[in-house]
T-cell receptor
Framework: AQTVTQSQPEMSVQEAETVTLSCTYD???????LFWYKQPPSRQMILVIR??????QNATENRFSVNFQKAAKSFSLKISDSQLGDAAMYFC?????????????FGTGTRLKVLA | NAGVTQTPKFQVLKTGQSMTLQCAQD?????MSWYRQDPGMGLRLIHY???????DQGEVPNGYNVSRSTTEDFPLRLLSAAPSQTSVYFC?????????????FGEGSWLTVV
């Protein structure tokens, strides 16, 4: 079974600084998707960025970028120029592409605090 | 476009009572799922479905039943509520066969079992 591990329950970053959130996963599959989701206090889940496993190039969305290391099964999220609005819970997620499953597995989350 | 709609938003149950959390989506998504979110545990998959008539268990299925009679609806039933089922429940859906599709979440249902 696939697992997703986020080893940092909480992180803090100074406004305008850069922070990296860690995520590792375990799978025997070769093709899959990885995601980072943001959950602000409203509890709404917001997609931050996604990565296809077959693509070697790291995904980037404005201030958000990932470091995808397939062999190491690592998928970290870098937030540059941190803003107060970035404060939230961040979840790493894995999506299986096996026919008949396609299920999403989430990590336990990292709470990010942004200090003014 | 309503997206994923969950009802009720808040519910208090007594131990042993049964109830159904409703979930509906209007995006013609094949994949639907239920998660529970507990402090320090993240989002744990309860049950999921890849199409009408097809359901499967996730990580924590005990105490919950689901059915998928239509593409739009995926209700979650608590058969005999226990205090351990106090949690926030999220319904989520996604296109199954399109590559890279993200998962869309409902707004959550806060359930307290006393």
């Amino acid at each position: 079974a696939q697992t997703v591990t986020q080893s940092q329950p909480e992180m803090s970053v100074q406004e305008a600084e850069t922070v990296t959130l860690s995520c590792t996963y375990d799978t025997s599959e070769s093709d899959y998707y990885l995601f980072w989701y943001k959950q602000p206090p409203s509890r709404q889940m917001i997609l931050v960025i996604r990565q296809e496993a077959y693509k070697q190039q790291n995904a980037t969305e404005n201030r958000f970028s990932v470091n995808f290391q397939k062999a190491a099964k690592s998928f970290s999220l870098k937030i540059s120029d941190s803003q107060l609005g970035d404060a939230a819970m961040y979840f790493c997620a894995y999506r299986s592409l096996w026919v008949g499953t396609y299920k999403y597995i989430f990590g336990t989350g990292t709470r990010l605090k942004v200090l003014a | 476009n309503a997206g994923v709609t969950q009802t009720p938003k808040f519910q208090v149950l007594k131990t042993g009572q049964s109830m159904t959390l409703q979930c509906a989506q209007d995006m013609n998504h094949e994949y639907m799922s239920w998660y529970r979110q507990d402090p320090g545990m993240g989002l744990r998959l309860i049950h999921y479905s890849v199409g009408a008539g097809i359901t499967d268990q996730g990580e924590v299925p005990n105490g919950y039943n689901v059915s998928r009679s239509t593409t739009e609806d995926f209700p979650l039933r608590l058969l005999s509520a226990a205090p351990s089922q106090t949690s926030v429940y999220f319904c989520a859906s996604s296109l199954q066969y399109s590559s890279g599709n993200t998962i869309y979440f409902g707004e959550g249902s806060w359930l307290t079992v006393v």
